[in-house]
T-cell receptor
């Protein structure tokens, strides 16, 4: 089955700096790569996703890049703000098959 | 439109007790999943149901059973709780479309087994 690895497990940045979280996946047939944000005590919620026919996608301060050849994808957050502090999960799936999640990255944005 | 509703939000069990976690969705999704979340281990799939009437094991099914009662409801049962099952449990309902798989999560159940 699919295996998703995520790094780093914790990340601390100063407000205004950029943050990058990286994930690798094992199944070359995977074609959907979402990112979820989980604030403390809350449920995970989708923030951005990318499909395998696209190399990059942006939504305001967040962007995701995908390298299918290397089987890795990354989340980029620019101009970080305190409200970006949360745990971020990457995931991968193949068509309508089940989502496999990474182990999460705890992002702390300091003032 | 409530989305995905899980009950209870908190539960404390003694070792050996049984309980059922309830999950219901009102988004008319075919697929529903149960995950557990432990520190440093992300979201691990326990069981899933791709459609009404079907269930399949995920990564960590031991000690659990599930029932897809109808299209809306997917319950998770612990027959004999163990301390290793102390975790936060999330039910998710999956929307399929556009080549992707978006998961909508319930609010979670924090379970402690003592």
């Amino acid at each position: 089955g699919e295996n998703v690895e995520q790094h780093p497990s914790t990340l601390s940045v100063q407000e205004g700096d950029s943050a990058v979280i990286k994930c690798t996946y094992s199944d070359s047939a995977s074609n959907y790569f979402p990112w979820y944000k989980q604030e403390l005590g809350k449920r995970p919620q989708l923030i951005i996703d990318i499909r395998s026919n696209v190399g990059e996608k942006k939504d305001q301060r967040i962007a995701v890049t995908l390298n299918k050849t290397a089987k890795h994808f990354s989340l980029h957050i620019t101009e970080t703000q305190p409200e970006d502090s949360a745990v971020y999960f990457c995931a991968a799936s193949k068509g309508a098959s089940k989502l496999t999640f990474g182990t999460g990255t705890r992002l702390q944005v300091t003032l | 439109n409530a989305g995905v509703t899980q009950t209870p939000k908190f539960q404390v069990l003694k070792t050996g007790q049984s309980m059922t976690l309830q999950c219901a969705q009102d988004m008319n999704h075919n697929s529903m999943y149960w995950y557990r979340q432990d520190p440093g281990m992300g979201l691990r799939l326990i069981y899933y149901s791709a459609s009404e009437g079907t269930t399949d094991k995920g990564e960590v099914p031991n000690g659990y059973n599930v029932s897809r009662l109808n299209k809306r409801e997917f319950s998770l049962r612990l027959e004999s709780a163990a301390p290793s099952q102390t975790s936060v449990y999330f039910c998710a309902s999956i929307a399929l479309g556009g080549g992707g798989t978006e998961a909508f999560f319930g609010q979670g159940t924090r379970l402690t087994v003592v």
